[in-house]
């Protein structure tokens, strides 16, 4: 079993796992969990602690969109019960190939340097990038572009997520991106001044505009994020992700996405964490976009 911490782990029972999917009557679920090879086991899921996708909440409750959406695909599999890890979004993918969890649920993009790691299961969300800026936005920032062309102006940044990696492909220097080990540790930084906005995801901005306590700071709307040379605007796909050894977990997870794309749960999901239609999970497999240069 995967080495977790207590003072960061809370486990879900399998009643409670049950009850998050209604799509199946009681007998199919019993029907399948006899068949599981998953049945009466323990699954460790690591968490970045961000709001939508993985957090706890006011109570210590563990909730978001990924978090909520392992649990209704792991409810009728008999898992005896599921145990989440918090660590910063850069520890997720170490801490998985260490084996202190099987599996990630936090918002993670699929990225063909990630695919190199890491499996993917199907992708389940798209989400672009966003900013945060100072009250008022008083440098007037609305695009990548903006922070290029404004010499004085410093980014910040998550260690390891695309959204820094897109800033850096859209032109913004190095010297001028500050990297952080988590969101608190950015938004600290604007408040001090080291750094005059932040990138990070779309969702993972609104997350934070929503929880509250950011006095002094602001969404910057619009914005526009990383173009490719093809003129598209950057959308990273989300999903799931397992260790190169755990082919068998991949596979079943996959099976049962497809079911709660196919019955409604996924969008229901979506709308309950202000999910939009343009944030649907892209037609594209996770086979195709590991497979993207």
Known sequence: MPFFSKRVTMAVMALGLVAAAPCATQAQQSRLAQQSSLAGKTITIGIHNRAPWGYRDRN???????????????????????????????????????????????????TPARCQQVLFGEPDLSAGDGLLVLKG?????????????????????GRGTE?????????VPED?????????????????????????SAPSVSGLMEAGGMNGIERALPFKGYVRPDGSEYMMATAVVFAPKDKELQAIYNAQLAKLKADGTVK??????????????PRATSAELCAKS
């Open 137 to 157: 936005n008083p440098l007037n920032l609305h695009s990548y572009e903006d922070i290029v062309k404004n010499p004085k102006v410093k980014l910040g940044g």
């Open 176 to 200: 001028r991106l500050l990297l952080f080990p988590n969101n608190e540790a950015v938004v600290s930084a604007m408040l001090a001044g080291r750094v005059d906005a932040a990138t990070l």
């Open 268 to 281: 229901a999901l979506m709308e309950k964490y202000s999910f939009t239609d343009a944030e649907a999970p």
């Open 163 to 171: 959204n820094a990696k897109n800033a850096l492909a859209a032109g």
């Open 60 to 110: 210590g409750d563990v909730i978001g969109y990924h978090p909520d959406l392992v649990r209704a695909a792991l409810a009728p599999l008999g898992v005896k019960a599921i145990e989440f890890t918090v660590a910063d979004f850069g520890a997720l993918i170490p801490g998985l190939l260490a084996n202190r969890f099987d599996i990630i649920a936090s918002g993670v993009a699929i």
